[in-house]
Nanobody, 113 residues
Framework: VQVVESGGGSVQAGGSLRLSCAAS??????????LGWYRQAPGKSRELVAI????????HSPESMKGRFTIAVDNDKNMMYLQMSSLKPEDTAVYLC?????WGPGTQVTVSS
């Protein structure tokens, strides 16, 4: 199984970015796995950003990210997305995609003030 993120980059505060996550080699349909986005800033522990709850197609994010970060899944393409808006300097981190027990290498997001 291979999981790869893309779409990171540098953006000014208030800007937007869309991250993508592609998974290949899965044995089952994409949405049968746990699907989530996390982030890790230097010197900090890994932090949940958003998860996709297959049952009912619901999503969950921490309160601090609700309304700014939106997770979406394309089951046919084995793709997961994270739309980020109103970005803040404190959102600077490596963003990682989690599919089941697999993780991607991460994509850097840098937000400047």
């Amino acid at each position: 199984v291979q999981v790869v993120e893309s779409g990171g980059g540098s953006v000014q505060a208030g800007g937007s970015l869309r991250l993508s996550c592609a998974a290949s080699g899965l044995a089952y349909a994409f949405s049968r796995y746990f699907l989530g986005w996390y982030r890790q800033a230097p010197g900090k522990s890994r932090e949940l950003v958003a998860i996709f709850i297959t049952s009912g197609g619901r999503t969950h994010s921490p309160e601090s990210m609700k309304g700014r970060f939106t997770i979406a899944v394309d089951n046919d393409k084995n793709m997961m997305y994270l739309q980020m808006s109103s970005l803040k300097p404190e959102d600077t981190a490596v963003y990682l995609c989690n599919v089941g027990s697999w993780w991607g290498p991460g994509t850097q997001v840098t937000v400047s003030s």
